[in-house]
């Protein structure tokens, strides 16, 4: 069983610049893809962000595309989200997320362990 545990969030102005870091423990991830996902008030968890198992893959939401970036360092068992042009909408609790393949995955069924959550909140 693997852990998930995130961190970085926070309450930023809108334009600002936020990084959220992941770290895993109990078993190696390192042949597992990870992602990021997200959830507002009263809505759905969404997917923001995959990253497949050597990082030579990547998907993003179209909503996050070209403001946000996942990478991970499999040494540390570490993932990272780099949040830049953080708007309101933005504003939610962000999850970190293991995969069940080592394939970059969006859909929350394909998600075998999830974190507890770190709360990002953008002001206007």
């Known amino acids: 069983q693997v852990q998930l545990q995130e961190s970085g969030g926070g309450l930023v102005q809108a334009g600002d610049s936020l990084r959220l870091s992941c770290v895993a423990s109990g078993r190696t991830f390192s042949s597992a893809s990870m992602g990021w996902f997200r959830q507002a008030p009263g809505k759905e968890r969404e997917f923001v962000a995959g990253i497949s198992w050597t990082g030579g893959l990547k998907g993003y939401a179209d909503s996050v595309k070209g403001r946000f970036s996942i990478s991970r360092d499999n040494a540390k068992n570490m993932v990272y989200l780099q949040m830049n042009s953080l708007k309101p909408e933005d504003t939610a609790v962000y999850y970190c997320?293991?995969?069940?393949?080592?394939?970059?995955?969006?859909?929350?069924?394909?998600?075998?362990?999830w974190g507890q959550g770190t709360q990002v909140t953008v002001s206007s």
């Open positions: 997320a293991l995969g069940r393949t080592s394939r970059m995955v969006r859909e929350k069924t394909d998600f075998s362990s």
